[in-house]
């Protein structure tokens, strides 16, 4: 079945430790996100990729990078993971083809990262 | 910004019990979707409404997009509905702002 995948469902790094967060799809769509979600909180968009064009929230701390190497694999660097970083990470796609095409967001289980 | 506010905040059921949660925004809409979060985490996407309705199911959803609000209703609830539903619009075109969700318990 066509889907997002997200590795590792649970990562744990000590504080400071740059960490990786790595997403695929299958379903072949040419945007991804990055959401963040705390506890009994609603995902919070980090950045996305519209195609190969990166667009970083404003208020996403610059601790926060990713990656697209292509269609399918996207990822999330954390450079120096502080406390406050511990969160639920939500890797998302959907398929566009401008700003007035819009089509569902489909997401994978997450990863939940833990901070020593 | 643009608001989504979702309620009720909470909501315990019955099993077999209907009901309706709501989401309103305070802006014009192209881009609604409903999510349900299950209790592992997972994020369902459950309708893109951004106008009109839809039925899946046990599940339906309204968009009236003049009053800027959305409904989802829920029939005959089964304890497998429990978690968190979200509503998101399209803060711009696809890109989704989430409201703080709805948090439903089925009991048996």
């Known amino acids: 079945d066509a889907m997002v995948i997200q590795n590792p469902r649970y990562q744990v790094t000590q504080f400071g430790k740059p960490v990786t967060l790595s997403c695929s799809q299958t379903?072949?769509?040419?945007?991804m996100y990055w959401y963040q979600q705390k506890s009994s909180q609603a995902p919070k968009l980090l950045f996305h990729?519209?195609?190969?064009?990166?667009?970083n929230e404003a208020d996403t701390p610059d601790n926060f990078q990713s990656r697209r190497p292509n269609t399918s694999f996207c990822f999330l660097d954390i450079r120096s993971p502080g406390l406050g970083d511990a969160a639920m990470y939500l890797c998302?796609?959907?398929?566009?083809?401008?700003?007035?095409?819009?089509?569902?967001?489909?997401f994978g289980d997450g990863t939940r990262l833990s901070i020593l | 910004g643009i608001q989504v506010e979702q309620s009720p905040p909470d909501l315990i059921l019955q099993e077999g019990a209907n009901s309706t949660l709501r989401c309103n925004f305070s802006d014009s809409v192209n881009n609604l979707q409903w999510f349900h979060q299950n209790p592992w985490g997972q994020l369902i996407n459950l309708f893109y409404?951004?106008?009109g309705t839809k039925q899946n199911g046990r599940l339906s959803a309204t968009t009236v997009a003049t009053e800027r609000y959305s409904l989802l209703y829920i029939s005959s609830s089964q304890t497998t509905d429990s978690g968190v539903y979200f509503c998101?619009?399209?803060?711009?075109?696809?890109?989704?702002?989430f409201g703080k969700g709805t948090k439903l318990s089925v009991i048996p």
């Open positions: 998302a796609t959907s398929r566009s083809q401008g700003i007035r095409s819009n089509q569902p967001q489909h």
């Open positions: 998101a619009r399209g803060a711009g075109s696809y890109q989704l702002t």
């Open positions: 409404i951004p106008s």
């Open positions: 379903l072949n769509h040419n945007v």
């Open positions: 990729y519209y195609d190969k064009d990166f667009n």
